[in-house]
Nanobody
Framework: QVHLVESGGGLVQPGGSLRLSCAGS????????IGWFRQAPGKEREGVSC????????TYADSVKGRFTISRDSAKNTVYLQMNSLKPEDTAVYYC??????????????????WGQGTQVTVSS
């Protein structure tokens, strides 16, 4: 069965780092653009980052530029989100999503074929 599995969330102090993983099961992530989203309590879901199918482009929300890095490891069929210099406002459930059109414009518009179940990131203050 086709699905995405997020992992790597946890509790960290401000200024700390986490690396989130989005692993594909039943699909090859090389053929998808992959996006990361997050949703905090009482807030709308927001796009955090995206990597295109060809890895020709990456996209970051202004709030995370310079702190987060998205990357792909084809051998492991996994996309990562490296999060550094974490802030309390980064606290949220983080989701990955995949679109087989392969463009981040589609991913960030919410037109995704698959969504993971999310992993909790908590940055204490």
């Amino acid at each position: 069965q086709v699905h995405l599995v997020e992992s790597g969330g946890g509790l960290v102090q401000p200024g700390g780092s986490l690396r989130l993983s989005c692993a594909g099961s039943g699909l090859t992530l090389d053929y998808y653009a992959i996006g990361w989203f997050r949703q905090a309590p009482g807030k709308e879901r927001e796009g955090v980052s995206c990597i295109s199918m060809s890895d020709s482009s990456t996209t970051y929300a202004d709030s995370v530029k310079g702190r987060f890095t998205i990357s792909r490891d084809s051998a492991k069929n996994t996309v990562y989100l490296q999060m550094n210099s974490l802030k309390p406002e980064d606290t949220a459930v983080y989701y990955c999503a995949a679109d087989n059109l392969g463009f981040c414009s589609a991913v960030l518009a919410g037109l995704n074929d698959y969504w993971g179940q999310g992993t909790q990131v908590t940055v204490s203050s």
